[in-house]
Nanobody, 125 residues
């Protein structure tokens, strides 16, 4: 049974850092693009970052470029999203998803095959 499980969310002060993890099982993650999305209350789900199957390609939304870094460890079937210089507007539920489409800034939620349940990130003083 394919599973995607996010962890690492929490409450952090502005300017702080968090590292989210996305652990996948039940399918060969090496062949999948992994995408992080986020959804704030009252807003549409938006793509944050993606990484291709062998880490050859990565992409970031303009709002997070220079602050977030995505990486993957295929031996552990885990993808990480290191978030630094966090801002209150980064507050959202962060979702991890797997897709067979290439990593690009055009990745859409409709392209995703497997989803996690989400992890809450709150940036507040």
């Amino acid at each position: 049974q394919p599973q995607v499980v996010e962890s690492g969310g929490g409450l952090v002060q502005p300017g702080g850092s968090l590292r989210l993890s996305c652990a996948v099982s039940g399918f060969t993650s090496d062949y999948f693009t992994i995408v992080w999305f986020r959804q704030a209350p009252g807003k549409e789900r938006e793509g944050v970052s993606c990484i291709g199957p062998r880490s050859y390609s990565t992409s970031y939304a303009d709002l997070v470029k220079g602050r977030f870094t995505i990486s993957r460890d295929n031996a552990k079937n885990t993808v990480y999203l290191q978030m630094t210089s966090l801002k209150p507007e980064d507050t959202a539920v962060y979702y991890c998803a797997a897709s067979v489409v290439p990593c690009s800034s055009e990745n859409k939620a409709a392209h995703m095959k497997y989803w996690g349940q989400g992890t809450q990130v709150t940036v507040s003083s």
